[in-house]
């Protein structure tokens, strides 16, 4: 939401990374392109300003299911005021830039390991008329972070 981007919360740069997260980007399915495209996901984590950061994967060419099996890592002070989204783009042969599907959970609501997350519209509607719905297919890991790994992340 805008009015945490606009806010700063005092004294939250003295405060230390708690946790962190790990996102394997397994798969997306099912997008249905009538040709081979080239898709990406962008990876973005919202909540407090210290802890919003964005990562795109790599590229696959796929017409239905892509294989991305890629990790991130993200660091996090207030992992309970995070929202984790993915957006799906795709580029065709032409290089004209597609919009495939975007999903965004807040953290509290995922748990770790192995999630299927349901890709929606940019309205935020879910892709109707599709036997089988589009999907991404992500794994999650969140742990405290703990002695020389917390001093590497502060730097």
């Excluded at 990790?71 to 992992?79: N, S, T």
């Excluded at 794994?139 to 972070?145: E, F, G, H, V, Y």
Aim: with cysteine.
């Amino acid at each position: 939401p805008d009015w945490m981007l606009a806010q700063e919360i005092p004294n939250v740069r003295d405060l230390k990374s708690q946790i962190m997260l790990r996102v394997k980007l397994l798969s997306v399915r099912r997008l249905r392109h009538k040709r081979i495209k080239e898709n990406e996901v962008l990876i973005e984590l919202h909540g407090i300003s210290q802890d919003m950061k964005s990562d795109k994967s790599k590229r696959v060419k796929a017409f239905d299911c892509c294989t991305f099996d890629q990790g991130f890592i993200f660091p996090l002070r207030f992992p309970e005021l995070a929202v984790l989204v993915f957006v799906v783009n795709s580029v065709d042969s032409f290089g004209k830039e597609g919009f495939a599907g975007q999903v965004a959970i807040p953290l509290n609501n995922l748990r770790q390991g192995t999630s299927v997350l349901f890709l929606r519209r940019k309205t935020g509607q879910r892709y109707s008329g599709d036997k089988y719905y589009r999907a991404i297919v992500v794994q999650l890991q969140m742990q405290p972070i703990k002695g020389h790994l917390k001093k590497m992340i502060e730097k």
